[in-house]
């Protein structure tokens, strides 16, 4: 995880760290206290560059993957938070009813459930009995008479 972050840290510059950290802390603002977020102006601001920078920024893989990483870190920190919504779910909620959809998640997650896709061959719905030879014959002497103009009778 460290040289992950070394290796994404070194092909930026401070501002552009610096930048990313904030995008970061703004998205997840709206769990603040006060839960505003700042325009890309008021970023630019703090950051001391143009707002068309913050944007040029935005649009670069790498600057993009040290949010991504750096968003990961923050939601690697809520994992208990998830889990203890979860189990509330299981518990029945705020309704007192468990949640069918969190029981699911708990399985799979734990690996006690997965998804298994049964898919059978029927065989017998697609075979037909072999054609006698005169049956066949038959068949040739109808398409025989249908290209011809004849019908069959």
Do not use: C
């Not at 839960?35 to 703090?46: A, I, P, V």
Request: aromatic share 6%.
């Amino acid at each position: 995880m460290a040289s992950r972050r070394k290796t994404l840290e070194a092909q930026l510059n401070p501002q552009q760290r610096r930048a990313a950290q904030l995008i970061v802390q703004n998205d997840w603002a709206e769990l603040s206290e006060d839960g505003r977020k700042k325009t890309m102006q008021e970023l630019s601001d703090e950051i001391g560059i143009a707002r068309s920078t913050l944007f040029e920024w935005k649009k670069s893989e790498e600057f993009t993957d040290y949010v991504n990483f750096l968003t990961d870190l923050q939601l690697d920190s809520m994992r208990s938070v998830v889990n203890t919504q979860l189990m509330k779910a299981i518990l029945g909620g705020n309704n007192g009813l468990p949640s069918v959809k969190a029981l699911d998640l708990y399985f799979r997650r734990h690996g006690l459930l997965t998804n298994v896709e049964v898919i059978e061959e029927r065989r017998d719905r697609f075979e037909t009995r072999r054609k006698t030879d005169e049956e066949v014959r038959q068949d040739i002497a109808g398409l025989d008479a249908l290209l011809n103009g004849n019908k069959e009778e």
